[in-house]
């Protein structure tokens, strides 16, 4: 049996992941640790874990590996705590909010010889993982270009506070595209032109929308929008969409569209019900057969780092309204 603790619920997923964790067999969440207790013991109860207070106790317990579900600038320390007691990590995105702290959390777990993962679903969306595999089969020939979005709801809390989040809806919903577009091309991010402010919600403290052009080896040229654009009264928390330009045709995907409607008279709004395939199912089973082959997950810490240095160059760009290398 692989044990599993959850270090913070402040960030939404965490909740996810411990009802995935229960669905995976021969994983379990054996405990939890958050520096809000009250948070960490009512979210313990819910899953049927032990709730531990102290952290150093939480990772001196038998637990093999650990899910980091903390507010974005806490992540480094966890995850130089958690490695530095021979742990396996799987970190929420953005791995982290600059570069060097990314490349620290990298080096700590290279040194240590633990697994370092960036929580990545999109890597487990089967949509996605088909268009991957038929550009790597020359369906579309050359890749030329791709236009993306990644809307969603505004999470509120601690995601408009820049010192919490480390930016707004620029970074949170730029590095899924770029770890999948990385991902499924085999190729860098080279250039980055951003625009971003608040069209949505003025005054919230970080950005809720950010429009990019990208630039990938080859000439690949990318088209992105990141925002919190979704009113609370919208059917879901938002998509992954992508149409992707080759040589030989174009593929469109909607990453999330195992979905029925539902007409909730109780609520007073139509509801989006996902069906089907849960990738977040997907970064469980592959954490935990990462721990067991004592390797580093699917999308690694430098899949991490990667995608942070395409945000922290569309902050740099959307500040000196210039492109800018990745």
Avoid at 156 to 178: N, R
Wanted: some cysteine.
């Amino acid at each position: 049996m692989i044990k599993l603790g959850i270090m913070s619920f402040a960030h939404m997923h965490a909740y996810s992941y411990a009802a995935s964790i229960a669905q995976v067999d021969g994983v379990e969440l054996a405990s939890v640790w958050d520096d809000d207790p009250a948070r960490g013991m009512a979210a313990a109860e819910q899953n049927g874990a032990a709730f531990i207070a102290d952290q150093a106790a939480f990772l001196k317990s038998d637990i093999d590996g650990v899910i980091i579900c903390s507010e974005n600038v806490k992540h480094r320390a966890m995850v130089e705590a958690a490695a530095r007691a021979k742990k396996w990590i799987l970190c929420e995105k953005p791995l982290a909010t600059t570069i060097e702290d990314a490349q620290a959390m990298i080096d700590v777990c290279k040194k240590e010889g633990v697994g370092l993962g960036t929580a990545f679903p999109c890597r487990h969306v089967p949509p996605l993982v088909a268009v991957k595999d038929e550009i790597a089969d020359g369906k579309y020939g050359a890749i030329y270009a791709a236009t993306c979005t990644n809307n969603g709801s505004y999470p509120g809390g601690w995601f408009a506070d820049e010192a919490l989040s480390g930016g707004g809806a620029t970074m949170d919903h730029t590095v899924h595209v770029a770890d999948v577009l990385r991902w499924m091309l085999g190729k860098e991010f080279t250039h980055v032109y951003c625009e971003n402010g608040n069209l949505v919600r003025p005054g919230i403290g970080t950005d809720d929308f950010g429009s990019l052009h990208l630039e990938m080896e080859g000439g690949i040229k990318i088209s992105h929008v990141a925002s919190w654009n979704r009113a609370k009264s919208f059917p879901t928390w938002g998509d992954v969409t992508m149409e992707i330009i080759g040589e030989k045709g174009v593929v469109t995907v909607d990453a999330f569209n195992q979905k029925i409607d539902l007409y909730n008279d109780d609520a007073m709004r139509t509801q989006w019900v996902g069906w089907g395939d849960n990738c977040d199912i997907g970064l469980v089973r592959d954490l935990a057969d990462a721990i067991r082959e004592r390797r580093d997950p699917a999308a690694t810490g430098v899949d991490g780092l990667r995608a942070v240095e395409v945000t922290v160059a569309a902050y740099r760009s959307a500040k000196s309204k210039q492109r800018v290398a990745v």
